[in-house]
Each structure stands twice: as structure tokens, then as C-alpha cells.
């Protein structure tokens, strides 16, 4: 389980640009179960992923995963429990390395060790079986270097990367929004395989009603750093998300 406890961040402070996002923000994220958070630009989505993730130091506050805070842990300290794909399909992965690079760097989180001995030849196999599952023709392209793949393969092969140490929370930040639709289909088709295989606690961020409500167990909506739509996917429809994004609309416009 996450929980995020008495979170406090402001941005600009002592200017007259200050902005304060979260104040004294509670959140419990249940374990194995995916989590949607949607909301309009600026509400502080990516911001939350952010913090959690530790890109973005908080102000006050704890974030607990497991029983054990994080919230002092630096960022590559964090990236032992935590997995994340990230909106832009280069930022999950290294373009200048091959994929079988790639995969073997991401094999070895947590672990010292050095560039001679990155690939270790008994995970080859492993590795060929995890790209088989995506069904790209990837484990046909070990050595080719990632940055002559399409976005689609580079999101799928960073999906692969997050998730194949099984981390204790999984960070999906708008990870499909590059993607033409069709590709947007696969990723998220692998992306719940892939959860539901490893039983990961999730988090994803999306601005798509109809995948929030498909692939999560739980809708939340943040609206000014606080949670203002808080349901089950089950009992939340595509047109009562709408509604509440166009009232939201009418508030800033007026």
C-alpha cells in the first residue's frame, strides 16, 4: 500500500508568483490495484508522480509505501521499489544502447555493478522471453539500437524495463498520450498484462476517460491539489467524467 500523509508543496515561494499545489494532502493507494488519476492541466497530476517518484522534493508531509517511508530517499534510492514510463517514449529508455543493452541495465537496478560485465549471457534467454510477450518482433532485434525504434516499441520496451524487477509501485505517466491510437491500444493491452502477471500496485495518469474507466480498478480526479471525484471504475461512466471536466471549464472560464 501508498499512502501519501499530510503532503505539503508550493512552488515560487516568497514571490508573487507563489503557487501552493498540495496543503497537508492525504492519499491511500490500496495494493495490486491500478489506480486512474485524472484532472485538468495543472491540477497537480504529474506533480503528485513527480514527488512520489522523487524527482520533486516535498515540503512536508510522508509518503509511505509498504511500511516504509520514502519520502527522505533520493531519487535512484527510490527506483529500487518504484517503476515509471514516462509520457515521452525516450525518457524510459537509453537510445544510444541496443535493446538487449537496454534490458540489461534495467536487470540490474539496485545492483553495483560495471559497464564490462553489464550483459550477463544466462538472461538472454529472459530477456527474448519478455519481448516474445509483446508481440513486436523485438526479441528479433537485440542488438539494435534503440533510438531507430518507433515510440510504440520504445514505450513497450519501457514497460518491460519498469516492470521486469516487479516493483512495489509502478508509475504510468500519460505513457500512451505520444501514441497514435492503434499503438495507444497495444501499450495499454501489454501495460494490464503485464500488472495483473506481476500483481503490481499502480498508478497512471491519463487524460483518456474511456481507458481510465477500462483499465483501472479506481478513479480519482485532483482538481487544485485536492481529490475531487473519488470512485470505483465499476460504478464511473465515460459521460459523468465529461460532465465534471466541463463544469471544471465553466469555473475558470467565468
Request: aromatic letters at 4%; glycine letters at 6%.
Amino acid at each position: 500500500m501508498l499512502k501519501i500523509v499530510n503532503l505539503s508543496k508550493s512552488f515560487n515561494k516568497n514571490s508573487d508568483n507563489e503557487i501552493n499545489l498540495f496543503n497537508n494532502f492525504n492519499l491511500k493507494i490500496e495494493k495490486n490495484k491500478c489506480t486512474a488519476i485524472i484532472g485538468p492541466n495543472g491540477c497537480g497530476k504529474s506533480t503528485l508522480l513527480n514527488i512520489i517518484g522523487g524527482s520533486i522534493p516535498l515540503d512536508r508531509g510522508e509518503i509511505i509505501l509498504n511500511n516504509q517511508d520514502i519520502s527522505q530517499l533520493k531519487e535512484e534510492q527510490r527506483a529500487i521499489y518504484i517503476g515509471r514510463v514516462y509520457q515521452d517514449p525516450s525518457m524510459g529508455v537509453s537510445p544510444s544502447l541496443t535493446i538487449l543493452e537496454n534490458l540489461a541495465l534495467a536487470d540490474k537496478k539496485g545492483e553495483r555493478f560495471s559497464l564490462k560485465k553489464l550483459i550477463r549471457k544466462n538472461n538472454i534467454d529472459k530477456y527474448i522471453d519478455l519481448l516474445k510477450g509483446l508481440d513486436l518482433g523485438l526479441e528479433n532485434k537485440l542488438n539494435t539500437q534503440v533510438k531507430f525504434l518507433s515510440g510504440g516499441q520504445r514505450q513497450a520496451l519501457s514497460l518491460v524495463m519498469a516492470a521486469m524487477k516487479h516493483p512495489d509501485l509502478l508509475l504510468l505517466d500519460e505513457h500512451t498520450a505520444a501514441l497514435d491510437p492503434k499503438t495507444s491500444k497495444l501499450i495499454m493491452k501489454k501495460t494490464m498484462e503485464l500488472i495483473e502477471k506481476y500483481s503490481i500496485t499502480t498508478i497512471m495518469i491519463s487524460h483518456n476517460m474511456r481507458d481510465a474507466i477500462e483499465y483501472s480498478d479506481r478513479i480519482i480526479m485532483l482538481d487544485n491539489g485536492r481529490v475531487v471525484f473519488d470512485k470505483p471504475s465499476v460504478d464511473v461512466t465515460e459521460e459523468e467524467l465529461i460532465n465534471i471536466y466541463r463544469e471544471k471549464l465553466a469555473q475558470i472560464v467565468a
